[in-house]
């Protein structure tokens, strides 16, 4: 991989030609938490913020999109004059979320709307230093070794960037002059040392190891209906999860009745419609069946599916879910904790 | 078709009746004539249905594709789109995506003695498998064709059923619950009572195909596994809430599996294998 480093001080330089390529969007302080904003005003970037309230799945997947538009009875599909993007600021264990939804939305069945938002969006990862909620250590997606196009990695007064794809080498080209190619042996000594040291940073750390396993074995544990109990059934963990896909579709028409757009709104298998089939039947009625939905689905059938959890690690489950059901509480209690 | 998987295709809709008070069969063909009679399928896929502006649903496929050019449904009218369906007439257009699913391995059923048992709704996609076997009717052992309604007026596609009794290549077993007529003259009983019919199986020779009500699986498969057939043998096609149809949108999910790519036709060992299933 292409390795190259970049003074501290011309990041913002840098961003601002990336204005050239397409919208540039980056970690920006929303009260006392952070969102993937609009660089309109490069003073607003805050490369301190930890985890973002929405994953940067919002640009790929977004929250309430149209698929195409009807007249009559033809159909035009809505994935032409998409803007191209810059995603700055994208941690490790995001990226490895993004390369899960890579594999689900364009391995069986390619989605022609998620590949050419994925096509257009460029994604610029960026190094972090966990909090108490971070336990991507655990999950092993602390590092990411491909699935972005730059990656920059802080070591005090420059950063190491990695070159993760063709498009990424395009945006380094775009102002070549700012970058040192010549990487020092105490360039990479800095860097041995950073990993090393941030490697002991994480001070949550759960053992996975035969989550599917200890998901089965607990299929009819009292622990789902004791956290269907607590569950407000709020759908938050699915919003902020980096990794939830699903969605609902819902057709808007124009009052004239003829014309109209189907769109794809976010969804969430918490929400008690989720599998609520015409005629009235619902497939998980209680919520306890919904909670155990959703960590089978994280810990057990993406394993099953695609060889690894989609569990990245990010804590956002942790920071949001108001009664406490998160990756580290369910895991602990399916262990027999608490 | 498009590449574009979510873009419907215009059918219009070349006949419609009603099959019982609020099932209505409905007959469509792709505007292109081309790509209707290119249109292939297998028996167990389904279909996604809408009309612009109301909504999208899963339909499961009651036509063979052993007869090309036309696709037909059976479609209970029970909520917002079906209400919409129920209104369009002859000529008129809808949008239809698919088919999807994995459909019942026929390839599977080759010199197989098939035995399909049916409730009430669950005719609409064994009927395409029963007309599947009839019209390649060389290739399979012996049929057995089991089906069972609350009343008569409840019994889909009665009269094509009753003319299949003719037959002399088919075991066509019908059956009611109830007769508020007086003129049935077939079985009486719920659908469990027909399998005494079943004498002489060769189990291991021999596929079970089973649609109905949720209610009916667990006494029809006791019966079922009383003749010996083998689990993997007992194959079921189920319903779940559905809006893409190629494993994305997640409402099918159960466990690890997407009951539209996956399914909608299961095993018994599946359904044992996977928990939740029914």
Same mark, same amino acid.
């Given at each position: 991989?292409?390795?190259?480093?970049?003074?501290?001080?011309? /990041?913002?330089?840098?961003?601002?030609?990336?204005?050239?390529w397409? !919208?540039?969007?980056?970690?920006?302080?929303?009260?006392?938490k952070? &969102?993937?904003?609009? /660089?309109?005003?490069?003073?607003?970037?805050?490369?301190?913020?930890?985890?973002?309230?929405?994953?940067?799945?919002?640009?790929?997947?977004?929250?309430?999109?149209?698929?195409?538009?009807?007249?009559? +009875? #033809?159909?035009?599909p809505?994935?032409n004059?998409?803007?191209?993007?810059?995603?700055?600021?994208? +941690?490790?264990? !995001?990226?490895?979320?993004?390369?899960?939804?890579?594999?689900?939305?364009?391995?069986?069945?390619?989605?022609?709307?998620? @590949?050419?938002?994925?096509?257009?969006?460029?994604?610029?990862?960026?190094?972090?230093?966990?909090?108490?909620?971070?336990?991507?250590? #655990?999950?092993?997606? +602390?590092?990411?070794?491909?699935?972005?196009?730059?990656?920059?990695?802080?070591?005090?007064?420059?950063?190491?960037?990695?070159? @993760?794809?063709?498009?990424?080498?395009?945006?380094?080209?775009?102002?070549?002059?700012?970058?040192? !190619?010549? &990487?020092?042996?105490?360039?990479?000594?800095?860097?041995?040392?950073?990993?090393?040291?941030?490697? %002991?940073?994480?001070?949550?750390?759960?053992?996975?190891?035969?989550?599917?396993? &200890?998901?089965?074995?607990?299929?009819?544990?009292?622990?789902?209906?004791?956290?269907?109990?607590?569950?407000?059934?709020? @759908?938050?963990? #699915?919003?902020?999860?980096? %990794?939830?896909?699903?969605?609902?579709?819902?057709?808007?028409?124009?009052?004239?009745?003829?014309?109209?757009?189907?769109?794809?709104?976010?969804?969430?298998?918490?929400?008690?419609?989720?599998?609520?089939?015409?005629?009235?039947?619902?497939?998980?009625?209680?919520? #306890?069946?919904?909670?155990?939905?959703?960590?089978?689905?994280? /810990?057990k059938?993406?394993?099953? !599916?695609f060889?690894?959890?989609?569990?990245?690690?990010?804590?956002?489950? &942790?920071?949001?879910?108001?009664?406490?059901?998160?990756?580290?509480?369910?895991?602990?209690?399916?262990?027999?904790?608490? | 078709?498009?590449?574009?998987?979510?873009?419907?295709?215009?059918?219009? *809709?070349?006949?419609?009746?009603?099959?019982?008070?609020?099932?209505?069969?409905?007959?469509?063909?792709?505007?292109?004539?081309?790509?209707?009679?290119?249109?292939?399928?297998?028996?167990?896929?389904?279909?996604?249905?809408?009309?612009?502006?109301?909504g999208?649903?899963p339909?499961?496929?009651?036509?063979?594709?052993?007869?090309?050019?036309?696709?037909?449904?059976?479609?209970?009218?029970?909520?917002?789109?079906?209400? =919409?369906?129920?209104?369009? $007439?002859?000529?008129?257009?809808?949008?239809?995506?698919?088919?999807?699913?994995?459909?019942?391995?026929?390839?599977?059923?080759?010199?197989?003695?098939?035995?399909?048992?049916v409730?009430g709704?669950?005719?609409?996609?064994?009927?395409?498998?029963?007309?599947?076997?009839?019209?390649?009717?060389? =290739?399979?052992?012996?049929?057995?064709?089991?089906?069972?309604?609350?009343?008569?007026?409840?019994?889909?596609?009665?009269?094509?059923?009753?003319?299949? $009794? =003719?037959?002399d290549?088919?075991?066509?077993?019908?059956?009611?619950?109830?007769?508020?007529?007086?003129?049935w003259?077939?079985?009486?009983?719920?659908?469990?009572?027909?399998?005494?019919?079943?004498?002489?199986?060769?189990?291991?020779?021999?596929?079970?195909?089973?649609?109905?009500?949720?209610?009916?699986?667990?006494?029809?498969?006791?019966?079922? *596994?009383?003749?010996?057939?083998?689990?993997? =043998?007992?194959?079921?096609?189920?319903?779940?809430?559905?809006?893409?149809?190629?494993?994305?949108?997640?409402?099918c999910?159960?466990?690890?599996?997407?009951?539209? *790519?996956?399914?909608?036709?299961?095993?018994y060992?599946?359904?044992?294998?996977? $928990?939740?299933?029914?």
């Open positions: 991989m292409k390795v190259l480093k970049l003074k501290k001080h011309y /990041l913002k330089d840098y961003l601002n030609v990336l204005r050239n397409g !919208e540039v969007y980056g970690p920006v302080k929303q009260e006392d952070y &969102i993937y904003g609009l /660089l309109d005003d490069l003073d607003k970037l805050d490369t301190r913020m930890l985890r973002t309230i929405l994953p940067a799945k919002k640009f790929l997947v977004p929250p309430r999109f149209s698929t195409f538009t009807f007249k009559d +009875h #033809s159909y035009e809505e994935l004059n998409l803007p191209n993007r810059v995603v700055f600021g994208v +941690h490790p264990c !995001e990226i490895h979320g993004i390369v899960i939804l890579d594999k689900f939305f364009l391995e069986r069945f390619p989605d022609p709307y998620y @590949g050419e938002r994925r096509r257009r969006t460029a994604i610029l990862g960026l190094s972090c230093v966990p909090d108490d909620k971070c336990f991507a250590k #655990s999950t092993n997606t +602390h590092f990411a070794e491909f699935g972005f196009d730059l990656a920059f990695n802080d070591l005090d007064d420059f950063y190491l960037v990695w070159v @993760g794809s063709s498009l990424g080498d395009d945006l380094i080209r775009l102002k070549l002059e700012l970058f040192d !190619e010549e &990487i020092k042996q105490s360039d990479l000594q800095k860097y041995m040392e950073w990993r090393a040291w941030r490697d %002991t940073q994480y001070k949550l750390n759960l053992d996975l190891t035969a989550m599917p396993d &200890i998901m089965e074995l607990n299929y009819e544990s009292p622990l789902w209906e004791k956290l269907g109990d607590k569950c407000l059934a709020c @759908g938050a963990c #699915s919003m902020v999860c980096p %990794t939830c896909p699903c969605y609902n579709v819902q057709d808007q028409i124009r009052p004239n009745k003829t014309e109209g757009k189907r769109e794809r709104l976010w969804d969430s298998c918490m929400y008690k419609q989720f599998a609520l089939v015409a005629g009235g039947h619902n497939f998980r009625e209680k919520r #306890s069946q919904r909670v155990r939905l959703w960590y089978t689905h994280k /810990l059938a993406f394993i099953t !599916e060889g690894k959890a989609a569990c990245v690690g990010c804590g956002r489950c &942790i920071d949001t879910c108001p009664v406490e059901i998160n990756v580290k509480t369910v895991v602990s209690e399916l262990k027999g904790g608490k | 078709m498009s590449d574009n998987i979510y873009l419907p295709e215009p059918m219009r *809709i070349v006949r419609r009746y009603d099959l019982t008070e609020d099932v209505r069969f409905f007959q469509v063909r792709p505007v292109d004539m081309e790509r209707a009679l290119k249109l292939s399928y297998l028996p167990g896929q389904f279909m996604m249905v809408s009309i612009a502006g109301v999208e649903a339909f499961s496929i009651s036509s063979t594709p052993s007869r090309p050019g036309l696709i037909e449904f059976g479609i209970r009218k029970v909520g917002v789109l079906t209400e =919409q369906l129920f209104k369009l $007439k002859e000529n008129e257009i809808i949008g239809v995506r698919g088919p999807f699913g994995n459909g019942f391995p026929v390839d599977k059923f080759k010199n197989k003695d098939i035995i399909i048992v409730g709704l669950g005719a609409v996609p064994l009927r395409s498998l029963l007309l599947y076997c009839l019209d390649n009717r060389d =290739q399979f052992g012996k049929i057995y064709f089991l089906y069972g309604a609350r009343r008569p007026a409840e019994m889909l596609f009665r009269r094509e059923f009753l003319e299949l $009794k =003719q037959r290549d088919l075991y066509c077993y019908l059956t009611v619950d109830k007769d508020d007529t007086g003129r003259t077939e079985n009486i009983g719920v659908v469990t009572t027909l399998f005494k019919k079943l004498t002489n199986i060769d189990p291991e020779n021999t596929y079970v195909t089973v649609c109905g009500p949720p209610v009916m699986y667990k006494f029809v498969i006791d019966e079922i *596994i009383k003749l010996g057939i083998p689990k993997h =043998q007992i194959l079921m096609t189920l319903e779940r809430r559905m809006h893409c149809g190629v494993g994305k949108c997640g409402h999910v159960i466990g690890s599996i997407y009951t539209c *790519i996956d399914g909608p036709v299961f095993s060992w599946d359904v044992i294998h996977m $928990k939740d299933l029914i």
